[in-house]
């Protein structure tokens, strides 16, 4: 079964700085990758996804992740942190080949400091 | 713009009532599911359905129970609430058709209920 691990249950940023959000997976057959973000008292809402094809994948907001087979790596990014940008971010992968269920991770609450 | 709507946002339950959860999607999506999200836990799957009438446990079913009559609606049932089960839950659904959309799952606002 699928599993997903993200590095740091809290990070804080200074405003402008860069966001780094680590993620990684356990597969040998790369699979479909989800990055979500909560925004206090809401849902889940997608911020970009990796299917197939180019492994730079750019999203919502500005943030972009990059898929890396050789290090089952699914790292969010973005260049210049928003006080806006403070929420929770949850990595995701599909649980297994042609299912239809999603394997979360246990989230990061991002933290932007003015 | 798609839609997935949750009957309450806030709902307070006593210790043994039973409580019911309503998800009602507008995008035609086969797939519903009901989530419960715990702080440090994450996302933990309670049941899923592909199709009416059908439902499949997930990580963490006891307690709890689901009913899909209808393809727009899924209800999650706590037959005889504890303190154990307040938390925030979360209903999702996705479709089976277009490979685009590569298991995307939609969700809405979420319920956080009390036991008390």
């Known amino acids: 079964a699928q599993s997903v691990t993200q590095l740091g249950s809290h990070v804080s940023v200074s405003e402008g700085a860069l966001v780094l959000l680590r993620c990684n997976y356990s597969?040998?057959?790369?699979?479909?990758l989800f990055w979500y973000v909560q925004y206090p008292n809401q849902g889940l809402q997608l911020l970009l996804k990796y299917t197939t094809g180019a492994t730079l994948v750019k999203g919502i907001n500005g943030f972009e992740a990059e898929f890396k087979k050789s290090e089952t790596s699914f790292h969010l990014t973005k260049p210049s942190a928003h006080m806006s940008d403070a929420a929770e971010y949850f990595c995701a992968v599909e649980t297994g080949a042609g299912s239809y269920q999603l394997t979360f991770g246990k989230g990061t609450k991002l933290s932007v400091i003015p | 713009d798609v839609k997935v709507t949750q009957s309450s946002r806030y709902l307070v339950k006593r210790t043994g009532e039973k409580v019911f959860l309503e998800c009602v999607q507008d995008m035609d999506h086969e797939n519903m599911f009901w989530y419960r999200q715990d702080p440090g836990l994450g996302l933990r799957l309670i049941y899923f359905?592909?199709?009416?009438?059908?439902?499949e446990k997930g990580d963490i079913p006891e307690g709890y129970s689901v009913s899909r009559e209808k393809k727009e609606r899924f209800s999650l049932i706590l037959e005889s609430a504890s303190t154990n089960q307040t938390s925030m839950y979360l209903c999702?659904?996705?479709?089976?058709?277009?490979?685009?959309?590569?298991?995307?799952?939609?969700f809405g606002p979420g319920t956080r209920l009390t036991v008390l």
């Open positions: 597969s040998s057959v790369p699979p479909y």
């Open positions: 999702a659904s996705s479709s089976q058709g277009a490979e685009s959309s590569y298991n995307e799952q939609f």
């Open positions: 359905s592909y199709d009416v009438k059908m439902k």
